[in-house]
């Protein structure tokens, strides 16, 4: 069973098709990336909104399965920041931590979670399945780590001593928001057939 991923990220079709290997699914289930022409405007208030548009979208261009996942860091003291905005928080991935560690400069409190939230069309155009996974953890003053991506380096999983970039690609698989969803996905998907 051939789902689009509607995204454009490589790394995140390969992580979630992770993920699925070491599932036990019934059935072969295989990520791929939508067609050309896969670019929605993602102007939701929440992560369950934008992951809804992007899903809609890659469907009218496939009309067979689509999941979608829109997910980000929500800061505690910063009022959920960078939340919806995690990946347009700075032009680069670097310059978003800067600026994360900059806004919590003397700051106590750096409870934080990453949030993935997760939508499943069916071929018929319809909403099968919505779900949400949540990883907590803290912000540490200092970057750590070269595995990952985006916040990775200074995000320390709650009840752990490493950052999401000190844990290898199997460990963070087993521990982060987007694994929470997708087992959700996963569960239902299994059942369809």
């Known amino acids: 069973m051939d789902i ?4 454009s990220n490589k790394h995140k079709v390969q992580e979630i ?10 059935f072969p289930v295989k990520f791929i990336l939508p067609p050309e022409g896969f670019d929605p405007e993602e ?27 829109d997910s980000g ?35 106590e409190n750096r409870k934080a979670h990453f949030t993935c939230a997760m939508t499943l069309i069916n071929p018929e ?5 919505k779900t949400e996974g949540i990883c907590e953890g803290t912000i540490i003053k200092s970057a750590r780590g070269v595995n990952g991506f985006g916040y990775d380096p200074i995000f320390l999983v709650k009840g752990g001593t490493r950052t999401m970039a000190e844990l290898s690609e199997e460990e963070k ?21």
């Not at 689009?4 to 995204?7: E, F, H, N, W």
């Not at 098709?17 to 019934?26: A, F, L, Q």
């Not at 155009?125 to 399945?129: E, L, P, T």
Request: net charge neutral; charged share 20%.
């Open 173 to 193: 698989n087993l521990v982060s928001h987007r694994f929470v969803a997708l087992n959700n996905v996963l569960n239902f998907i299994k059942n369809i057939k």
């Open 73 to 107: 860091l929500c800061i505690d003291a910063l009022g959920g920041k960078p939340g919806i905005y995690s990946a347009r928080y700075a032009e680069t991935p670097a310059l978003r931590i800067e600026r994360v560690l900059k806004e919590l400069e003397g700051e």
């Open 125 to 129: 155009g319809h909403v099968a399945f």
């Open 17 to 26: 098709n992770d993920i699925v290997s070491v599932y036990n699914m019934p």
């Open 43 to 69: 102007n939701g208030q929440t992560f369950a909104e934008n992951s809804l548009i992007k899903a809609t979208e890659a469907w009218k261009l496939t009309k067979g399965w689509v999941l979608a996942d």
């Open 4 to 7: 689009v991923l509607a995204s």
